[in-house]
Every structure is written in C-alpha cells, then in structure tokens.
C-alpha cells in the first residue's frame, strides 16, 4: 500500500485508540504528587491554587523540563489549566487528589498499589492471549500476591483497608453458621477487613487471617487500631500447604476466581484439613459498563484473574469435586453466592 491509498484520519484513529501518552503521563502525575502539589496551593489563603512552573517543579521534586512538558500536557487534556506561567487544576484534575481518594481513582493509577500494579500490568496482555494466565504473572511467573510479598517489595496494600468489604458480604457477615462458631480461620483474608467486619458482627466470634505476610503484617496492625486484637491473629501461610487447626469454620470469601480448577480443588481439600465446616463465598464479577465500556471490563477481568467466569452452579461442582458436601447455598444474589459445605463422613 502506497500512502496514496491509505487514509490519513483512519492512522490516526489508529493511533489514538492505541495511544499510551495519556495514561502514562496521569499516573506518573499521580505517583510524583502533582495533582496534590496543586491542590495544597489552593487550600492556603494567600493562593489561588496556582504554581508556576519553577514552584509546581519544586513541589514534586522534579526535572524542569519534563514537568514543563507534562503538565502541557494535561493542560491540553484538560486535568489542568494555565501554562508555563501558572498551573491550575481543573475540575477533572481535582478527582486525582488525595482529597478524593475514596474514589478509587489514585489507587488504579498509582503502579504504588495493589489495583494499579494490576492494572499496569495490561501491557503484557498477550501473555492473557497465549496462556489465559493472568498479565501480571508474565514476566516473572509470580502471581501479582507473590509479587507483592517479595521482600524487596515496598508494596501500599491499603487499598484493601475497607470498612465495608462490599460484593454483597452481608451474606457472609450475617450467616447464621457464625451463631454457634467460636473462631473462624480466613484463608487469604489479605489486610483483614472481612475478619473484622465478622468480629463486629459477632462480639463472641475469634478469628484468624492467613495471607502472605505483607498482609498480615498489615491485619495485626489493623485489629490493634480497632481495639481487637485479642481476638484476631494473623498468621503468614500459604493456603496450598498444610493449614492451622482447631477453628470451627474456615472461610474463603474471593478466592478461587485466581485459580483454575485443580488449584482451587486443592485449595477447597486443605480447608476440609482444616475444620469441620467449609464457607465458601465467591464473587461473581460480570462485565458491567457503568464507568467504562464492558468490553474493557471484560479485558481488565480477563487478565487480572484466572477464572472470572465461574457461576454459582461451577462453584458448587468444585466443592463437590473436593469431597465437600453442600449443607446449605444461597445462591439467588447477583454479585456473590455462599455455600456451607462439610467433609464428607464429617459431623453431621
């Protein structure tokens, strides 16, 4: 093809759709504190939310030149305003500030945080394509989990410091299986909110959360804050090894979506090892197009996990798979199904 007979706006097209400048520049302006230089500017009196460019690169401790060409950056993609002389933060800027945080917007573009290293980890979707195998796991064959544990790692886990653990947890927090149980053990619990959340919900309940130790460094720290640590251990393990005895019930609320179907029989096998009651509490994620298109979310879906897909119906032929049988199941909610399940032969 000659470039006679191409057109010009459909390359373009091409190169915008595939464009990485953008979301590059926002998340380097989010990791540097750009966003939160300019927002500090405007909280004091004598300031109408306003840096020069000497001043803006200062307050993030950067390179002249580069913040120059950054900031015009997102001027022109209207995060901010003004120029050389003066920037400013608009409307759409201002969501990226530490102010608003809850959002979620600073955490999917931080690379600093679990969802944004996540996140970045798109550009080795192939490895999806090839394998369907998370991006994350591309380039060093580690889960994202055992990346973030790595010892050299100076991971932010916080993003999973939620008071409320959402996905329809009421279904866990209210089961009545908690009643007549005097300690639970959750596998992957990550920094400890659903344990907590359980140990609010039942004032007689213990618990103990079994995660990587970048997590459970932070769930001992969290039960000390909430005044509960008497009743919250947090031990570092791996749920495919041999698992703590002597809880009533071992949870795993989340958890078998990262796997495929050998690892989470295996995984459902250790926790009929463990206690004498199994409640598995699985989230059913489906491509919703509320904040994006659903095409994309199922792309961020389809890489960030192994099997995204599974419905109540595949949940419930694992547990049988694993040797577990079904005392009870709800499974009518649409973003999450619980079952109770026990070893077979067990107590009845």
């Known amino acids: ?74 001027v022109h993609e209207g995060l901010l305003a003004g120029g050389e002389e003066g920037y400013s933060l608009t409307a759409l800027g201002s969501l990226l500030t530490r102010d608003r945080s809850s959002l979620g917007l600073r955490d999917l573009l931080d690379v600093d945080t679990v969802v944004g290293r996540n996140e970045i980890a798109l550009v ?81 309940l213990h618990a103990s959360v079994l995660d990587f130790p970048v997590f459970t460094d932070r769930a001992r720290a969290r039960a000390a804050e909430a005044g509960l640590a008497e009743r919250l251990t947090a031990t570092p393990g791996s749920f495919f090894d041999p698992l703590p005895t002597g809880h009533d019930v071992t949870l795993l609320s989340a958890i078998l979506a990262d796997w495929d179907d050998d690892d989470a029989v295996a995984i459902l096998r250790r926790a009929a090892e463990a206690s004498d009651r199994i409640v598995v509490a699985e989230v059913h994620l489906t491509a919703r197009g509320r904040l994006a298109s659903e095409t994309s979310v199922a792309v961020r879906l389809e890489a960030s996990m192994t099997r995204p897909d599974r419905t109540s119906a595949d949940v419930e032929a694992l547990l049988v798979r694993a040797g577990l049988a079904v005392e009870t199941a709800v499974t009518d909610t649409p973003d999450r199904s619980l079952f109770v399940a026990r070893p077979l032969g067990g107590a009845a």
């Open 1 to 74: 093809m000659t470039t006679a007979e191409f057109d010009p706006a459909q390359v373009a097209e091409v190169i915008g759709k595939a464009d990485i400048v953008t979301p590059m520049t926002i998340r380097a302006a989010v990791r540097v504190g750009l966003f939160d230089a300019l927002a500090d500017t405007a909280d004091t009196a004598d300031s109408a939310g306003t840096l020069d460019l000497d001043r803006l690169t200062t307050a993030v401790g950067g390179h002249r030149r580069a913040v120059r060409v950054a900031a015009d950056h997102l």
């Open 124 to 204: 080795d979707f192939d490895h999806t394509l090839r394998t369907g195998r998370p991006a994350s796991e591309a380039r060093s064959g580690a889960t994202l989990w055992q990346e973030l544990d790595d010892a050299d790692a100076d991971a932010d886990v916080s993003s999973f410091d939620w008071e409320d653990p959402g996905f329809a947890a009421e279904l866990i927090l209210d089961s009545p299986v908690f009643a007549t149980a005097s300690s639970v053990l959750d596998l992957g619990g990550n920094t400890g909110s659903l344990a907590l959340a359980l140990l609010r919900r039942w004032p007689h």
